[in-house]
């Protein structure tokens, strides 16, 4: 499955709304429920999905889906 196709899936999971569609300037402003509990859970569910763990630098990094998407294919393709 496509990087962003599985974030997709996380994205529609923790928030609970299947019909959700982000591309990579998705952010919290665009983002009703985003807050700071949605992004933690959101963190864990990529981490999870991506059996990756983020550190605190990239977890400050991130500041929209685009973002989210550099750190992952990063991580996975080293």
């Known amino acids: 499955m496509e990087i962003m196709q599985k974030m997709q899936k ?5 928030f609970e709304d ?10 919290a402003k665009d983002i009703g429920k985003w807050d700071s509990l949605h992004h933690i859970m959101i963190l864990y569910s990529l ?16 500041e929209c889906v685009g973002d989210m998407l550099a ?7 080293k």
Do not use: C, G, P, W
């Not at 750190?71 to 393709?77: G, L, P, T």
């Open 18 to 27: 299947e019909t959700l569609q982000i591309n990579e300037s998705t952010s």
């Open 10 to 14: 996380a994205f529609q999971e923790v």
């Open 47 to 62: 981490e999870e999905a991506f059996q990756i763990k983020f550190d605190i630098d990239e977890i400050i990094k991130m």
């Open 71 to 77: 750190i992952i294919e990063k991580r996975i393709n």
